[in-house]
């Protein structure tokens, strides 16, 4: 019998299937531009009872303030840029769905997903830097946010030193940066501890139904 290092019938085929691909970006010009927006921010957040829960009642893409025009255009060439990355040939007719968010100090959000869209998105106007909070605990991560494994409980088996054993990818963004990721994924945003605000715009890519996979 050949043994099975000398046999090239016996040669492996892997296939790395169900893949979560996360990608972060910083925008350029996202230094003049975050200055305009956190103002637009701020002042539509003193307007609005309810601004950053409300998040379906609105799109802050519907508005033609130049530098959400900037904003669109950028998230219109990450979400191509993420598809590509996907290998997808035909791109999907898709529409942005955005909202902002305010995270005062003690504001957090909590587990959730983004339903009926096919990818989500966050942009990062003022992430405050969190050294100067008041905290009496080691595991606390104020002004992260943190993205689960989807596959449910998976790392109860996974070996350290694979790279699929940690349940949890978290991270601190920065100002300017732009994350996207499949809106299937689960994820939370650590409190704010700091008096200065946390402020990001958020948005959803929904997809038209004719572009849907049937079954
Ligand atoms: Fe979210």
Known sequence: MTPPEENPEGSAEFIRLWPTLFMAVTLPGSDAANSILSSLVMQSNAEQEQMTTNYLEQNLFQS???????LTQCCTHAVMEYARELG??????????????????????????????????????????????ETFRSDLNPGAISFFDPRGATNMTA???????????????????LFLWPAFLYHLVHPNLVETPRLSISFNVVVSSRNRQPG
């Open 159 to 177: 070996m350290m030193g694979d790279g699929q054993h940690d349940p949890e990818y978290r991270r601190v963004p920065k100002a300017g940066e």
């Open 64 to 70: 033609d303030h130049p530098a959400i025009g900037w």
């Open 88 to 133: 997808m040939g035909d791109m999907p007719e898709f529409s942005l769905q955005g909202w902002p968010n305010v995270n005062f100090r003690g504001d957090y959000h909590n587990l959730h997903n983004h339903p009926h869209s096919w990818l989500s998105g966050t942009y990062y106007l003022n992430v405050p830097d969190q050294d100067d909070a």
